[in-house]
DNA sequence: CATATGAACTCAACTGTTCAGTTCAGCCAA
DNA sequence: TTGGCTGAACTGAACAGTTGAGTTCATATG
């Protein structure tokens, strides 16, 4: 008499395996060959079969939004928020905001998987208008309350003089990150030399113009 | 005896009319529901048969590909890079960059189609890879000559010290364009105010790094 | 007993083709 | 100017062939 209208995924130990098979095949395919590889092949792929791929997520719209979601909950801050929140204590200003946006930016760059996801979420916002939402909360506004409190706490002990705090916080992203996220976009990337001069430059073309010493 | 066995297409004032009412339809129809569309939709959309369509490209891979190649030759730097030439010769600089980014941003702006275009073809680089590449020349880089010119000469007069050309052009380009771009990723897009705050202040921070007579 | 499997199947959508007939512009003859 | 001729381009509808999502079911496994 089990009448379940809607079938709940699979759960147990074996269960839990291959759902985590399945979606790093669908991630790693989706990625390789866009959202438009069979369900065949992804199961395949993560050994397994079909119709278990259907048991535990039950569409391909659903599987993605998994794959997805389940990105989203990845580390690109932990390391990268920490240097964040210890610019505000730090002596010489210059040295640790540098370090800190060497870390983020390398963060951006290794996991250069997130932002090809965030490539394929966009092509597809057609299908997944929800997504396209949801990504942007964890984009790279993800840390933006991190990037938003530093900024804000370098002002208040005056060490910055930042009169527009919203146009600030884009400049930091545009200087350090958006040049990463662009050039991916085209498939291409910046080379090693020149995302540490664009770091260096970059940090001492922000400070220069935010710096209170100024006239 | 006339044995095409490659139809050629139709050519003629009216075969011109509906070519053009064709590529416009699939234009409208590829950035507002993807690469999905179907053929029948395109054509009813152009107001033609889809037959017609099929003798005038042959695959829907080949009307993309013209759809792409037609926004290729579009404008977005007439304008942008005369402003741009004329920088060498303003008395005011910073006004004169002001201005020309103005223009710049602005034509970015309001032809965010191409920006979505930039997305579609992104997303479809697994089906078409020679797009990709053909759209990298004529991307941002397609004024990036205008650009590297313009800071050159300014650099040559000494009213600019650019160590590093390559960076500048990058950087210049990360604080006004970029985040345009990268928000259109998402379907956002920054508001009038700000994307003006951040021309002004862009080109304040720029101009204050890169001016000769810091130090 | 819950979960996984494989193979065969349905169903819908889409690309591309065929074909018999229609529109339309230009042209020539009366 | 009129009227009809010609041929290229267009149409509508039906059709073929394929692909891929999602299902069913009998069976296996731990």
Redesign the pocket.
């Known amino acids: 008499m089990s009448v379940d209208s809607v079938r709940q995924p699979?759960?147990?130990p074996?269960?839990e395996l291959?759902r985590q098979a399945i979606v790093r095949a669908a991630r790693e395919l989706f990625l390789r060959d866009g959202f438009?590889?069979?369900?065949?092949v992804i199961a395949a792929e993560a050994?397994?079969?079909?119709?278990?791929v259907?048991?535990?997520f039950?569409?391909?719209?659903a599987l993605f939004t998994a794959v997805i979601t389940s990105a989203l909950d990845e580390p690109l801050g932990h390391a990268t928020s920490a240097a964040l929140e210890e610019l505000a204590e730090a002596e010489d200003l210059r040295t640790a905001l540098i370090d800190a946006a060497r870390a983020w930016v390398h963060a951006v760059r290794t996991n250069e998987d997130v932002i090809a996801l965030r490539n394929l979420v966009a092509a597809e916002q057609h299908r997944f208008p929800e997504l396209g939402h949801a990504w942007q909360g964890h984009g790279p506004e993800g840390h933006h309350p991190a990037v938003a409190g530093a900024l804000r706490a370098l002002a208040d002990q005056g060490r910055l003089a930042i009169p527009d705090l919203e146009a600030a916080i884009i400049q930091l992203y545009a200087l350090l990150v958006f040049p990463h996220m662009v050039f991916s976009t085209y498939g291409a990337h910046v080379e090693d030399g020149l995302t540490d001069r664009l770091i260096v430059s970059g940090v001492d073309m922000f400070l220069g113009y935010y710096s209170p010493q100024r006239q």
Do not use: I, L, W
């Not at 438009?36 to 065949?40: K, L, P, R």
């Not at 039950?58 to 719209?61: A, D, V």
């Open positions: 699979p759960s147990g074996r269960a291959k438009g590889v069979g369900m065949d050994g397994v079969s079909k119709v278990t259907y048991n535990h039950g569409s391909k719209e």
